[in-house]
């Protein structure tokens, strides 16, 4: 059976990557900060885990936990916008630091952590979910928080990819498009399911040749 580990489960994206593996042979173990308010997520019947990816401690207890867990698929969704304002006379600096330390660095530590895990599973696929917004060719500026964080995590993973090649590791880059979703808010064009579908596809297709690529939940290739 094929085990996914799923990370900000309890809503948005990461709640659809649930219901559809949840659907089917799949074991689904679903992560989110607070299982005990996760309703929707606890309906769906899947192994709910307490994780909150920018704090070490809870990182390592889960790891912990899952010691010697095969895990064939790791979607990293977690993920925050960062502060209200974030233009480049109102943006915090050190709100810039809190996005980059949720956003970047912790799916990073999230990989490193969960590398044994990976390993020990058959399909070796890390699933990151970032944004067409961290692309520095494709940028119109503003949302100077939330863009150096996404444009962080993907050089990261991008790196990631070229050095776990060799160990048979598969790294997926993707833009899941502007989504129906507490972040995404009421007016995106896109839903959830519809997006999910297209990304569960791509991880699918995940292989040697796209590992460390940027695609979005289309398969089309995005700028860096």
């Not at 995590?153 to 498009?177: C, D, Q, T, Y």
């Not at 979703?181 to 399911?193: I, Q, V």
Request: aromatic share 6%.
């Amino acid at each position: 059976m094929t085990t996914v580990l799923i990370t900000g489960a309890n809503r948005g994206l990461g709640l659809e990557f649930a219901r559809q593996y949840q659907t089917e042979d799949v074991d689904v173990i679903a992560c989110c900060r607070h299982p005990a308010q996760a309703d929707s997520l606890q309906q769906l019947g899947v192994k709910v885990m307490e994780l909150d990816v920018a704090d070490p401690a809870s990182v390592a207890t889960l790891a912990a936990t899952l010691n010697g867990v095969g895990i064939d698929i790791l979607v990293s969704n977690a993920g925050i916008w960062g502060p209200r304002a974030q233009g480049a006379d109102t943006c915090d600096p050190d709100a810039v630091t809190e996005t980059l330390r949720v956003n970047a660095v912790a799916p990073f530590r999230l990989a490193r952590t969960f590398k044994p895990n990976l390993l020990a599973g058959r399909d070796r696929k890390l699933a990151v979910l970032t944004s067409k917004m961290g692309s520095i060719s494709d940028s119109s500026g503003g949302e100077i928080a939330y863009r150096a964080s996404k444009a962080a995590l993907n050089m990261i993973m991008h790196a990631v990819a070229k050095e776990w090649a060799r160990e048979g590791l598969l790294v997926g880059i993707f833009h899941p498009g502007w989504v129906k979703t507490d972040m995404g808010g009421p007016h995106a064009p896109l839903d959830a399911k519809t997006s999910v579908t297209g990304l569960r596809t791509r991880i699918a297709e995940l292989s040697p040749r796209t590992s460390g690529r940027f695609l979005d939940y289309s398969g089309k290739e995005i700028g860096w």
